[in-house]
């Protein structure tokens, strides 16, 4: 604004400056617009306008082309050309994202969303975006943000996630019979002994060992005792009556299961059955007394003492052993007291 004290050379004068700066500002802004065109350009970012209270929306032709289209194909647009795209369960998860932004918990909107693309497949888009109007009562009025596919990235990182899985999984399954380790063995032991404890409900294990396997793989190879101890656990397995029961390979020729909400009365029944398995089977090994492959099995029961469940069976194992193999004793606290009574009189 020009001083009506000024002499009119010198109005001409400031208006002169004052036309600079702004053309100055002109020359600025296109430089500035060119180089911000260039750069979304060249990151194939799309840009997207909102307001919020009336559902308007801008999209640049980039934005269109990251699902296939042009702008063209998608007019007219508004705030429902992006909800007619989104993937429906992304919906809400995006709005509570708008709201946490609106309530000022965030600086600003970000979230990663699944696109219907033309060609039927679902894309991945990186969406962020800013409040960059507020009305009167603090509520949004515009919105300004972009749109970035990231596709391969997203898909490159589930098939990351996939193969992890696979690795953890691979890492508690034993290689040659294809039944969980010693290691997933123990971390579900751990977990249905707490759950034992806060239900207040048995639990028993099985510790079971195939009798005179030395031999067998003495006298018809090591590839046989492969063979066998596939076998071995096949029929294990599919002599566990309930989904909860859980067989895992602990080492060697021995194998171990454990029996939720299983009484060592219910759990004498399921290693009854077991060997009875094996006499139905009559795998031959010459070596054997009764010349069929045979287990012995030790059982504990939580009703003696849970911590102790593992070291309880397999003495109960011991027992099944020497009182004549082919099968199974239930841990006695009795035939503890009596060993470490001979011990101290040793």
Known sequence: MTDRTMTPELEIQVLKSEVKVLMDLIHNYERDSHHLHQVVNNTGVGIWEWNVQTGETVFNERWANIIGYTLDELQPVSIDTWLTYA???DLKLSEKALKKHWAGDSNCYIFESRMKHKDGRWIWVYDSGQTVEWDAD?????MIGTHLDITS???AQIQLGILNKQLTELSYLDPLTRIPNRRAFEERLQNEMHSARRGRYPLSVLMIDIDFFKQFNDAYGHQAGDDVLRQVAERIQSSLPRRTDFLARYGGEELVAILPHTTSAGASKVAGHIIEQFRQAN????QADVRYLTVSVGISSSSVALDELV????????????????RYEVHDPARDDEQKDLSDAG
């Open 283 to 286: 795998i031959e090994h010459k």
């Open 138 to 142: 603090g509520k949004p009025l515009r």
């Open 153 to 155: 990235q997203k898909l």
């Open 311 to 326: 070291a309880q069976a397999d003495k109960a194992l011991y027992a099944a052993k020497n009182n004549g193999r082919n």
């Open 87 to 89: 993937h429906p369960e």
